[in-house]
Each structure stands twice: as structure tokens, then as C-alpha cells.
């Protein structure tokens, strides 16, 4: 039992970053239908949406630690209206380690091929550790990525290099939200 109330606090978060998810999902997806409905001329652009917000499940790898870990998140991406190759993305992560880490990284996206895109970009991890004291590190992070689209389902294998405090990590999984 003891084992169960240590997650209770965890399992109250993912459940509280789940539940802002779909919050801002849906914010995003009326802002998206207001902006069409007043811009009527669609472009025929190289992706499929302008906008992408998933969660993502996951691992991270650190093999000079030799450590596998679940890692769970959300992740938003916008590509933009001018240059319609580049973007920005948002997203944070939690890896589910014995100090719990949390990544929030911010990079820039650039598409080369339709449905292809790279990634790079800063961010920072906070671990919570056994003393309870928070520790902010900073990242980088280096990713490729491949967009399925399906109507506005969005799927997108990923595959990440962070570097953190001299231990790099290797990010992969699977991001699975909307297009819109």
C-alpha cells in the first residue's frame, strides 16, 4: 500500500496536465475555426495543419546510466503562415525516474518534405529529488519526427537527442493528438 500513496501525488499531476491538454486543445481548436472562418482562401501547403497538439508516451534512454524510463507529455506545434517549412514547438515532459524530471523545451521545427520534420531547440529539466529540493538544468534538444495524418488524427513517431548535464539522452516514442 505504501508503494500506491507514494504514486497518488504523480498520478493527481498527469491527471491534472491530461485534463489542461484537452483545456487547451479545445481553446486551440475554436481559435483555429474563427481564423478560417474569416480567412477563406487555404493555401496548399507542405504539411497538412497549420497547428499540431498531442500527448506523447514515450522513453528516454540515458545509456551512460544505463537507465530506460517512461516518459509521458504534451507537445504543440505551429507551422507558420509565411513560411510554411518552419514552425515553433512547445512541450513538456515527465520521466518517470526515481527523482522525478521534468523537461519543458522550446524548439524551432523545420519541414523539408511533406510530412518529415527536424527539430532544435533550448529547453530546461527540473528534477525533484529525494531532499526535496528542485534542480534546474539547462537542455538541448536535437529531433526528427514523421507525421501520419489521418483526417485530423495526427501521429507522429519521434526520435530525440537531449543533452543534460553531461549525460545525453536519447527521446523516443510516439506523439498522438490533433491537426487543425
Not at 518552419?86 to 510530412?115: C, H, K, M, R
Not at 539522452?169 to 491537426?179: E, F, H, L, P
Amino acid at each position: 500500500m505504501k508503494f500506491f500513496s507514494s504514486l497518488k501525488p504523480l498520478l493527481s499531476r498527469c491527471l491534472l496536465i491530461v485534463c489542461l491538454f484537452f483545456v487547451f486543445l479545445g481553446i486551440l481548436k475554436a481559435q483555429s475555426h474563427n481564423d478560417h472562418s474569416v480567412d477563406t482562401h487555404h493555401s496548399n501547403d507542405a504539411h497538412h495543419h497549420q497547428n499540431h497538439a498531442a500527448l506523447f508516451v514515450g522513453g528516454t534512454s540515458q545509456y551512460d546510466l544505463g537507465k530506460n524510463i517512461t516518459t509521458l507529455g504534451i507537445d504543440y506545434m505551429r507551422f507558420f503562415k509565411k513560411n510554411p517549412q518552419w514552425g515553433i514547438s512547445a512541450a513538456t515532459e515527465i520521466i518517470l525516474a526515481d527523482d522525478i524530471q521534468w523537461l519543458i523545451i522550446t524548439p524551432l521545427v523545420y519541414q523539408p518534405f511533406e510530412n518529415f520534420w527536424l527539430r532544435s531547440g533550448p529547453g530546461f529539466e527540473l528534477v525533484h529529488n529525494e531532499t526535496h529540493k528542485i534542480i534546474g538544468t539547462f537542455v538541448m534538444r536535437f529531433g526528427l519526427g514523421y507525421d501520419i495524418n489521418v483526417d485530423n488524427l495526427v501521429i507522429s513517431p519521434s526520435f530525440d537527442f537531449d543533452y543534460i548535464r553531461y549525460h545525453p539522452a536519447v527521446v523516443w516514442g510516439v506523439n498522438i493528438g490533433m491537426g487543425f
